[in-house]
């Protein structure tokens, strides 16, 4: 067993060299093994890391040219591309998920990197000649300061770097808050920025927990909040961070359905429903959990997906499994309580992933696919976000009845169609509640260029993540009414401003 190894915050650029008051531990989720000992900002702390990332901002981010700005991006760009698997690496050593899909989440992640590359077009802002007679108007956008962004556990890579890049390019100071559980690759992509070029104190990364995001909701110069995370948090910081006058998108927790219509293509639906549905080990926020399929296909698509489920092997992410373990000891044993419960509720339990074996040496925190039929809306398995390798199968009698069920749960973020009818897919995008819709695509995460965002306890806040939703969240519009002096101007006149 190695000796567990310290891991500390980032603060302008360096490591931090104090010794923190409060520590936890990281743990390896294949071996079970704790891996890191995490310093836990106090209050005190995310203030000095705060005034220092305003420092910065005022005294070189802010206005330096957008060239500049953007050849930083770009060279960031590179260096993320060179260490990507390095980063899937320390993804997969303390979040569990398998290499491929860490190196996946990277990629996901540059992509948003290249969209922030076009940073001088997306700032351009409008001008209109003679708007009155000699007089112009134009906007333009301005950074906001200090933003702070505070990120989950299940994409310690992707979801910070679907805002920080953004912010960044707009001009912003960034204070990251990773996930506790683990850090080690949102710290390693923030030290990259300072090869990039970035000025010191433009990107800081604090660990800790609630103490840290408090200080962080409550302080005066942090103007923007970006938070990504359960529904019951996102709730309490879009609450807490707009109390104290911020901006904030909080995007929550989901249950994400995939409705299966009787004429779509059944291997097609099995393929899909087994990937979204135990990829990352149900850990996304994207992942199908619930399966609505409209009869009479159910009996047929459990076959195909059961005879799916028996050729995934589930171990060490590091072997070349198609799903690795939970993130905790905790999580792991949370998820297999729900599938007791979804017995004891009286669903049918098709495949059991308690009884599961695993290619993985130590304690590691497994549990394999599991599948649930006949679930009703009451049963904890399908009313709970377990995100954990559960796919529940509900049976509606038609396409009606299936969106009504989806159209009443509270979440709303990703969901999918499979038919190969197009009047039925084109009504459903249309009369579905949901922010993110796949048509035959069951984790329709959308491109960079366009915004990311779920509805209803799925987001709080206006603003989706990244796209021109993205640039507007980490900018302020501001418009300008000029009149340049010329031989025929001048004269008294109080009345309120006309266009003449
Ligand atoms: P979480 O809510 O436990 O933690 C998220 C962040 O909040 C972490 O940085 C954590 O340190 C902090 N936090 C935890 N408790 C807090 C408290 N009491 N006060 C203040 N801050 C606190 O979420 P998680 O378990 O890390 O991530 C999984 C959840 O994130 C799932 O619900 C998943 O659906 C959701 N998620 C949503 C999206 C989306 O796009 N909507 C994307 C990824 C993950």
Same mark, same amino acid.
């Given at each position: 067993m190695s000796t567990p190894q310290r891991i500390t915050h980032l603060v302008a650029g360096s490591p931090w060299q104090g010794t923190a008051e409060r520590t936890s531990e990281v743990f390896n989720p294949a071996t079970g093994e704790v891996s890191g000992v995490l310093d836990l900002a106090s209050a005190d702390l995310v203030g000095d890391v705060v005034a220092g990332a305003k420092q910065a901002w005022q005294d070189s981010?802010? =206005?330096? =040219?957008l060239a500049k700005r953007q050849a930083v991006l770009f060279s960031f760009r590179e260096l993320l591309n060179r260490d990507k698997e390095r980063i899937a690496e320390l993804i997969t050593a303390e979040h569990g998920k398998v290499l491929s899909d860490a190196v996946g989440e990277v990629t996901r992640g540059l992509e948003v990197v290249e969209f922030a590359c076009g940073i001088p077009h997306l700032l351009k802002g409008g001008f209109t000649e003679n708007a009155s007679t000699k007089v112009d108007v134009y906007s333009m956008r301005q950074s906001l300061g200090v933003v702070a962004v505070i990120s989950p556990f299940n994409f310690p890579a992707m979801v910070p770097m679907w805002f920080v890049p953004v912010a960044v390019a707009c001009g912003n100071a960034v204070v990251i808050k990773p996930s506790e559980k683990d850090p080690s690759a949102t710290i390693a992509i923030a030290e990259l920025w300072r090869e990039a070029g970035l000025p010191d104190g433009i990107m800081n990364v604090v660990n800790g927990d609630k103490e840290a995001v408090d200080a962080l909701l409550a302080h005066p110069d942090v103007k923007a909040v970006s938070f990504v995370g359960s529904t019951p948090i996102a709730r309490y910081v879009y609450e807490t961070g707009t109390s104290h006058g911020k901006r904030v998108q909080a995007l929550g927790g989901a249950k994400n359905h995939m409705l299966v219509l009787p004429d779509a293509d059944l291997d097609l639906a099995a393929d899909a429903a087994v990937n979204a549905g135990f990829g990352s080990a149900g850990e996304r926020c994207m992942a199908i959990s619930a399966l609505v399929a409209v009869e009479p296909v159910a009996d047929e698509l459990i076959e195909k997906i059961k005879d799916r489920m028996g050729k995934l092997r589930t171990g060490d992410g590091t072997r070349g499994c198609d799903m690795g373990p939970l993130v905790t000891r905790a999580h792991r044993d949370k998820v297999a309580s729900y599938v007791d419960a979804g017995v004891e509720a009286g669903a049918d339990l098709v495949v059991d992933g308690r009884d599961g074996a695993f290619d993985a040496d130590g304690d590691g925190f497994f549990l394999a696919p599991t599948l649930f039929d006949k679930v009703t809306p009451e049963m904890s398995i399908y009313a709970d976000e377990i995100f954990g390798p559960v796919l529940s199968v509900l049976r509606a009698s038609s396409y009606d009845e299936g969106l009504d069920l989806i159209n009443s749960n509270p979440y709303g973020n990703g969901t999918a169609i499979f038919t190969n009818d197009g009047g039925a897919a084109r009504r459903f995008q249309s009369e579905v509640e949901v922010g993110m819709v796949g048509v035959n695509v069951p984790i329709p995460v959308p491109m960079s260029y366009y915004s990311f965002g779920g509805w209803k306890n799925s987001l709080f806040g206006d603003s989706h993540a990244h796209g021109t939703e993205g640039v507007h969240f980490f900018t302020r519009g501001k418009v300008v009414t000029s009149r340049w002096l010329d031989p025929s101007h001048g004269g008294l006149n109080l009345g309120f401003p006309q266009n003449d």
């Open positions: 981010w802010r =206005s330096l =040219s």
